[in-house]
């Protein structure tokens, strides 16, 4: 990247990568919440969240971006395998934490909705 090397040779992968992450984050926000900048601030900030959809949202955006930067380590490391190429990897890590977000998010909800249910009155 400081030599623009990576940046200029892979700009169609960065900006498939960018589109698969915007997707599992983005656009699901904005299907729940609409296009409504304050109540996406409120969701994602500590203890903002009020509603299930809210937490939801909460869960699989953060299980992503996790899964997206978890896939990232095995890049660097010399194993000379085809999968290890930006960012297929990363790719891989965002939608395995995407998954994982989705099966967290209801048992997360199912454990914690007598708390759910007393904030959001």
Not at 1 to 25: D, H, K, R
Not at 30 to 59: E, T, Y
Not at 92 to 114: C, E, F, M, Q, S
Request: proline share 6%.
């Amino acid at each position: 990247i400081v030599l623009y090397g990576p940046l200029v040779e892979c700009v169609a992968e960065t900006f498939l990568f960018a589109v698969l992450l915007s997707t599992f984050t983005t656009s699901r926000c904005l299907c729940i919440l609409g296009p409504n900048f304050h109540a996406i601030i409120r969701v994602f900030s500590k203890d903002g969240a009020m509603s299930v959809w809210d937490h939801s949202l909460q869960i699989t955006s953060v299980c992503s971006v996790v899964g997206a930067w978890l896939g990232a380590f095995p890049i660097p490391l010399d194993w000379d395998r085809p999968w290890q190429v930006w960012p297929i990897s990363c790719s891989l890590g965002a939608t395995a934490g995407y998954a994982v977000g989705l099966l967290i998010a209801p048992l997360w909800i199912y454990w914690n909705r007598k708390q759910l249910t007393y904030k959001s009155r």
